[in-house]
């Protein structure tokens, strides 16, 4: 059986990470659009980095797929994307797949929200249940 360790560390072998306190210089950057994997229940509960756009994790990939009914607009940008969930772990094997669906420019947050809170990054108001 393939571990998740091992998972995480085939993906971060070939996608680029660092922690969120190197990451911070890219937020607020032109181009470069941050994005949240964490289920809703995490941002309800801890909010999310200001500004980020949220795609919960199981709907990455059709999200991304530009002939998918899901297309999202945001993923045919063209932007640099860094991926977040809490720890970096999820972040890690999105991005990973993300790359192997062709986009361009994908890094991930290597210690995850908790690691941008850390680092003192801006978070954005809990969201409001609908």
Same mark, same amino acid.
């Given at each position: 059986m393939k571990k998740i360790?091992?998972?995480?560390a085939?993906?971060?072998?070939v996608v680029e990470h660092g922690p969120a306190a190197e990451m911070l210089n890219l937020h607020g950057c032109d181009g470069v659009t941050?994005?949240?994997?964490?289920d809703p229940?995490? @941002?309800e509960r801890d909010g999310m980095i200001t500004g980020?756009?949220?795609?919960?994790r199981g709907m990455l990939e059709?999200?991304?797929d530009p002939e998918s009914p899901y297309a999202k607009p945001q993923f045919q940008s063209g932007n640099r994307f860094v991926f977040y969930c809490a720890s970096g772990w999820r972040s890690a094997l999105s991005a990973q797949t993300a790359q192997e669906m062709g @986009?361009?420019?994908?890094?991930?947050?290597?210690?995850?929200f908790k690691g941008w809170q850390a680092a003192g990054g801006t978070v954005a108001?809990?969201?409001?249940?609908v």
């Open positions: 360790k091992d998972m995480v085939e993906a971060n072998a941050f994005v949240d994997l964490r229940r995490e @941002l980020a756009f949220h795609c919960p059709f999200w991304i @986009l361009k420019n994908v890094s991930h947050i290597s210690d995850g108001e809990k969201p409001k249940k």
